[in-house]
């Protein structure tokens, strides 16, 4: 049986993972889903902006990949609508390389980005990276961190500042868990793509940069003053005090 075009809701399948596949190209998002159902997922495909978004309330996905030109919403817009109810990790395909220093340097909560051609392998190859990767940190630490007016809750996967609950994409949360939990320590772009993305990623580094970006706006973090994510300037990043 060959991908969904849009399913209802259903019993998760044996592997409990679910595909969105966004892309006006039908062939493409054929093969793409293709591939994805050979890794074990259940996956839908979609062509439009519009039911892009109305797809991902109704499947749940774990993955979306979504192509940047689309239809009716462009990939940006679906990626920020679908930040508002889910945090499922997001793939953006881009046709062209120079789109991407664009998309990297907006806010649209994409955690991983490729630009086509590519080979349907290797985004299977990224897409199980992301899902490698530990939602805790193998290293014994306390389950509730605070830094100031900023509470981290490793077990539940909540932060909250000043007592409010601030809304973190799974990217976000992993990597500001990686540097509570070793406050002291500087991290390299490089030790913070091991831990967060996995040792088998690959692609460009300052992606770290876009995230610790997203996270300090998120946080109402002045880079000139960081309280909670600080630079280090030649070295990479590290824990604030929250002062």
Known sequence: ???????????RPPSGLRALVVED????????GSYLERDG????????????????????PDVV?????????DGVEVCRRIRTFSDC?????????????????????ADDYMTKPFSPRELTARIGALL???RRS???SEETLSFGALTIDLQGRDVWLDGAPVPLTRTEFDLLAALAERPRMV???RQLIDRVWGESWVGDEHLVDVHVGHLRRKLGDDVASARYVRTVRGVGYRMGTGE
């Open 187 to 189: 991290f390299a772009r």
């Open 1 to 11: 049986m060959g991908p969904s075009d849009l399913a209802s809701r259903a019993p």
């Open 138 to 140: 193998p290293e014994p």
């Open 41 to 60: 997922f259940e996956a839908t495909l979609v062509h439009d902006g519009l039911r892009a978004v109305a797809a991902a309330r109704d499947v749940d």
């Open 132 to 134: 490698r990767r530990p």
């Open 25 to 32: 190209e039908v062939k493409l998002a054929g093969l793409i």
């Open 89 to 109: 990790y997001v793939v953006m395909l881009t046709a062209r390389a120079d789109e991407v220093d664009t998309l990297i340097g907006l806010s649209v909560g």
């Open 65 to 73: 990949v979504l192509d940047l030109g689309l239809p009716d919403l």
